[in-house]
């Protein structure tokens, strides 16, 4: 658990929501991965395997995924939504959203849980390709989807294709044509929701770049209808992500189920899909709504927008990702620097300790884009010195560098430390860059006290492959 001292004066640059701990060594209950626990000696352990072990073999900056801890969210994703929606007389597909994390064995950890994969580009397709998951499984996204992955997802037999403008349609018609197929498809709209979320995360307002309005809606179906090469399932809209609490989700459900009722006067339309943004706690400050209390609030709206207009309730499709690998996965670094700045003017100052690592927004972009914030704690011991506010920054030639922009460590931080950050599974591989020539780190699955490597880490060699200016040094002399 991770308590306040409540006896601690709050510290002058702490935010409102961080508070002193007790403790700062102690793992905040939601946060760390299900296996994350301190062992006799102090250290981290994740699945039994000492986190110290793991960067003795794999170097740092390390991914750490608690592959049980993958597995159980995605069980309980599908069986909760099962089970509400199954009280309403429908059913549900899972896809789990790639774009989070995917490697071909995570591919195969959601498919062998009983989950779908909605996949964001050519790129994507081609690792669940590698990973031998069916094609029917597929759902394809995608905002600008070129021709090459519209036909090469019609060809290979992807499930569903997403729809998103007008343009589209005729695409995969053609492209299903070509094929001698009918291809199955979903309408995605903008349901006018606005998610409490970053505002580079509300997917679902009208002015962006994804989907349809609903007022568009009946001429673009009535478009869709009229090839013989495409199927119709139903409307698609995905509010935002990192959303806590179950209301959007309701209120999106309702206002899709308007033009959903419409629809039907016309044919078919057996399904509706709702999307993911289902929020995880990055912080001990963080609640996010259990998946079961959403679930219900989705269920319950659901049947009663479906009774007041007098139409079946379809089948729902959701979407999620952050809310599955999201919590397994720890990033491990190590201290390289630590400084103290005095912050403020004469008479109103405080000191600021900067903790500086040998990773940052090239394996974590997200509190630079989004000024998102995590959770880190020493992993190779535990102290019993005082709690210091901390901002941990990576080693990138750039002020906006930040990995933990505020969070308490023991006092005794020092260089050679190994720092664990919390709650990076999802969107810190996949955002994942070189800045500064930094290779991308390894990926590292852990279970039941044995590791593997999911995805190897980029050496030098990697990097200097693709630049055609060595072969043509080479070749001038």
């Not at 073999?57 to 939504?81: I, K, Q, S």
């Not at 002015?207 to 199927?231: N, T």
């Not at 996010?288 to 049947?303: F, G, L, S």
């Not at 995590?374 to 709690?387: G, K, L, V, W």
């Amino acid at each position: 658990m991770d308590t306040v001292d409540a006896r601690a004066p709050r510290h002058p640059l702490a935010p409102e929501w961080l508070h002193t701990p007790a403790d700062p060594n102690a793992l905040a209950d939601g946060v760390w991965p299900d296996s994350a626990e301190r062992g006799e000696d102090g250290a981290l352990r994740i699945a039994g395997v000492p986190v110290a072990e793991l960067v003795r073999e794999h170097g740092t900056p390390l991914y750490v995924v608690d592959e049980a801890d993958a597995r159980r969210r995605a069980v309980e994703m599908r069986e909760v939504f099962a089970r509400e929606l199954g009280r309403i007389g429908t059913g549900v597909t899972v896809y789990y959203a790639g774009k989070a994390f995917l490697s071909t064995e995570v591919a195969r950890w959601m498919r062998d849980e009983g989950l779908n994969l909605d996949l964001s580009s050519g790129g994507e397709m081609a690792v669940a390709l590698a990973a031998g998951i069916e094609p029917e499984r597929f759902g394809l996204h995608g905002n600008n989807k070129s021709l090459r992955e519209i036909d090469r997802a019609v060809e290979v037999g992807a499930g569903t294709i997403v729809l998103d403008s007008l343009v589209e349609i005729e695409r995969v018609a053609a492209a299903a044509e070509r094929h001698g197929r009918v291809q199955a498809v979903r309408l995605r709209v903008n349901s006018g929701v606005h998610a409490h979320t970053h505002e580079f995360l509300a997917t679902a307002h009208e002015d962006q770049k994804f989907g349809l309005a609903l007022a568009d809606c009946p001429a673009a179906v009535a478009r869709i209808r009229s090839f013989s090469s495409l199927r119709f399932l139903g409307l698609h809209c995905h509010i935002g992500s990192q959303i806590f609490g179950s209301a959007g989700f309701a209120e999106s459900a309702s206002r899709l189920l308007d033009v959903h009722a419409a629809l039907l006067a016309d044919g078919p339309v057996p399904e509706l899909n709702l999307g993911g943004g289902f929020g995880i706690a990055y912080t001990s400050a963080d609640d996010p709504t259990p998946i079961a209390e959403i679930a219900a609030a989705v269920a319950d709206a659901v049947a009663e927008q479906c009774a007041a207009r007098g139409v079946p309730v379809p089948h729902i499709a959701i979407e999620p990702g952050r809310s599955l690998i999201g919590p397994a996965g720890v990033t491990l670094y190590e201290v390289g620097t630590v400084k103290d700045v005095t912050v403020g003017s004469e008479g109103s100052t405080a000191v600021r300790r900067y903790v500086s690592v040998d990773g940052g927004m090239s394996d974590n972009a997200r509190p630079a884009l989004y000024g998102a914030d995590y959770t880190a704690r020493i992993a190779d011991r535990s102290s019993s010195a005082e709690p210091a506010l901390v901002r941990v920054a990576g080693k990138h030639c750039e002020s906006g560098d930040i990995v933990v922009h505020d969070d308490f460590l023991p006092a005794d931080v020092r260089p050679g430390d190994l720092l664990a950050v919390a709650a990076t599974g999802a969107y810190c591989w996949s955002l994942a860059s070189n800045y500064n020539y930094l290779g991308r780190p390894p990926v590292v699955a852990v279970r039941d006290g044995r590791s593997r490597v999911l995805v190897r880490g980029e050496t030098e060699e990697d990097l200097l492959r693709r630049d055609a200016g060595i072969e043509r040094k080479a070749t001038s002399r």
